[in-house]
């Protein structure tokens, strides 16, 4: 019963087979024809393809040097043309030449072998005219100012000047020649050039039949032109290519527009002295007629090879056709059980080696039949065996899957308790990101490890002492010397009393451009901050010193002074949200700041309060009583000279002391 089962499943595996192998015939015919036929068409399309290109960039190459080589001798000519004016107008300065008549005559003969003189004028060394002589009338001794006009200015410091090209209507432009004379305060001959003569140039015979070519003086006006080219006068500022020519960008241009819009191949040649441009250009749809008659050549081609390859791919198709057939029967004849059927296919390829595997399969096929019933058989009780060890397993899947429940609940647990800590942290480093802002970093580390840190903050009274330091001839220095030598400068500065502050454990208040406020004794207390504050002065002093002898070799003349009180403020937070600055507010402030600006360059002014506590340690002396700003009596001051000598240092607090002090004051 299960050979029969497994026959008619074999039959129906082959129907299918069938099925799918006269689909499989039905496309074959027309793939195999399509692979031939695009085989085909690709090749000569990208051997079309590759002519076309060669051929379209030779044929470009060769137009684009022709045009550039007939560009290149017309101005070459043109350049010529104007030297040879700028010659024959030079003869006339001669120095012989003394009296008006003497200009008139050769000014008139000069009018007479060039034609494209229309004007000369003769212009004292003052810019007065004394002598105006065309072809139509004659001006002397006129005085009319020419001082300020661009023909003598530019003749004045060189010995002839080209003036920009005018039009006197659409049609006619013209420019001129300036030429000085010979001595001291010469007199300078300006000459009227027309320039109609200019077309002479750009003819029919050099041109060409399809070419045009004409000349653009700086602003891109047409100065002259062939018989086809741009009207004159006209300005070809906005075409690419002569955009591209008055910036003087070397890249070379082959393509550009006419004035219609139209493409154009082009090639310009400048003409320095004189600022001007000489264009040559075609039009590319009859430059280009070689390449479009080629790319109609190439599409027969292809469409005479697509021909031959559809006859040809039939052909060969057909051909295989006929032993795939047969294969095809065989399957047909394995499907209805008939495992004796054997395929002949001669062919002497491919196709004969499968039909000859195609018959051993299908021996192998007639002796696995023989014995398959019982193979079923064994086949059967080994997947009950497997079943029973399947059961087995997925029980010890459900015990491994309940264990990892417990285990997920216990990550959970273990998550919260990461996530409480790492809000913990981050509360820490914004807490330490603050109190930074005032104070030593390992100060502010300390304070804001321990708990209650945030009252430290809070506006209370207390005795501080306060320290203002500025630099003297800053304002002065700002204004003299560049912004960013001032920036280098308060550098320097802000740096070198940063570090003292820290190392003596102060609370820097704020900046203010050279202007630095300092507290000792708030937020952390310290016994001896009066001393603490007095003695960095003095390490400032020192310090500042050494910088401004540095910045007196780099032409700067500063000075560094220094005012300390010591009086009671209220201290806490001032600002907004998103804007806190911890500070002092109270009178002791403003006498801090007043007895700084008392200081003179290298001196450390101090109230007389400050001076009878530090006195034992420092060497000073007293100062007169000082009318101060702000304040009605006169104040007692001192001035600190130096550190006295042997005197006891005092020590920076150390972690644990800081530490201790911290968490009393936050209690």
Not at 384 to 403: G, P, R, Y
């Amino acid at each position: 019963m299960a050979g029969a089962d497994l026959t008619g499943r074999y039959k129906g595996w082959m129907i299918r087979v069938k099925r799918e192998d006269r689909s499989l015939r039905r496309g074959l015919f027309a793939k195999y024809v399509a692979a031939l036929v695009g085989l085909v068409v690709f090749v000569l399309a990208v051997n079309g393809a590759i002519e076309i290109w060669i051929n379209y960039h030779a044929t470009r190459t060769t137009l684009t040097d022709s045009l550039g080589e007939r560009a290149e001798a017309a101005a070459g000519r043109i350049e010529q043309s104007i030297a040879e004016l700028e010659r024959q107008i030079s003869w006339v300065t001669r120095a012989s030449a003394v009296k008006i008549e003497d200009h008139r005559n050769d000014y008139a003969q000069l009018l007479n072998q060039v034609p494209a003189v229309e004007q000369l004028m003769l212009l004292d060394g003052y810019g007065r005219e004394k002598l105006r002589l065309s072809r139509t009338s004659v001006a002397v001794g006129s005085n009319a100012d020419f001082s300020r006009d661009v023909r003598y200015t530019e003749t004045r410091g060189k010995s002839v000047a080209y003036a920009p090209a005018t039009f006197r209507n659409a049609a006619r432009p013209a420019m001129s020649i300036s030429v000085s004379h010979s001595g001291f305060n010469a007199d300078i001959t300006v000459a009227d050039i027309d320039l109609h003569f200019l077309t002479e140039f750009l003819g029919d015979a050099q041109t060409g039949r399809s070419s045009f070519a004409y000349v653009i003086d700086p602003q891109g006006r047409v100065l002259a032109r062939s018989s086809r080219g741009p009207e004159t006068g006209k300005s070809l500022a906005d075409l690419p290519q002569v955009a591209a020519a008055l910036k003087k960008d070397n890249a070379r241009t082959d393509f550009g527009t006419d004035a219609e819009g139209g493409s154009v191949l082009t090639a310009a040649r400048a003409m320095p002295k004189l600022g001007w441009h000489v264009f040559f250009e075609q039009p590319a749809a009859h430059a280009l007629v070689p390449i479009r008659d080629q790319l109609t050549r190439a599409a027969l081609l292809i469409a005479l090879g697509l021909v031959v390859a559809i006859l040809a791919g039939s052909m060969l198709a057909r051909r295989m056709l006929v032993p795939i057939t047969a294969l095809r029967r065989g399957a047909d004849q394995l499907g209805e059980g008939d495992f004796g059927h054997r395929i002949e296919v001669k062919t002497g390829d491919e196709l004969e080696e499968l039909a000859g595997q195609f018959n051993r399969m299908a021996g192998q096929l007639q002796e696995t039949y023989a014995g398959l019933e019982t193979k079923v058989q064994e086949r059967t009780r080994d997947l009950a065996q497997s079943m029973n060890e399947l059961s087995l397993a997925h029980s010890t899947v459900q015990q491994q899957a309940e264990k990892l429940r417990d285990q997920t609940e216990q990550l959970k647990d273990w998550n919260k308790s990461l996530e409480d800590r790492v809000e913990k942290q981050l509360a820490e480093i914004e807490r330490i990101r603050k109190l930074e802002r005032f104070l030593a970093p390992q100060v502010a580390q300390l304070i804001a490890s321990s708990d209650g840190h945030d009252s430290i903050l809070d506006s209370h009274r207390r005795e501080v002492t306060v320290v203002f330091c500025d630099l003297r001839g800053f304002t002065a220095f700002t204004e003299s010397t560049e912004p960013e030598e001032a920036m280098n400068v308060l550098r320097e500065y802000h740096a070198a009393l940063g570090e003292l502050t820290f190392k003596y454990e102060g609370t820097l208040d704020r900046y203010a451009g050279d202007g630095v406020m300092i507290l000792f004794n708030a937020p952390i207390q310290f016994a001896d901050h009066t001393r603490r504050a007095v003695q960095m002065a003095v390490e400032m002093r020192d310090a500042m010193d050494a910088l401004t002898t540095r910045w007196r070799n780099r032409g700067h003349s500063l000075g560094f002074g220094v005012g300390i009180a010591l009086g009671y403020a209220t201290i806490g937070q001032i600002g907004f949200e998103h804007r806190l600055e911890y500070s002092a507010i109270g009178s002791v402030t403003n006498l801090a700041s007043r007895l700084c600006d008392e200081a003179k360059a290298n001196q450390i002014v101090v109230s007389r309060r400050v001076y009878g506590i530090v006195e034992p340690w420092v060497e000073g002396r007293p100062i007169d009583d000082l009318q101060l700003k702000g304040f009605n009596h006169p104040v007692l001051a001192a001035e600190i000279l130096s550190w006295r000598e042997g005197a006891e240092v005092a020590p920076p607090r150390t972690s644990a002391e800081t530490a201790v002090v911290a968490a009393k004051e936050a209690s």
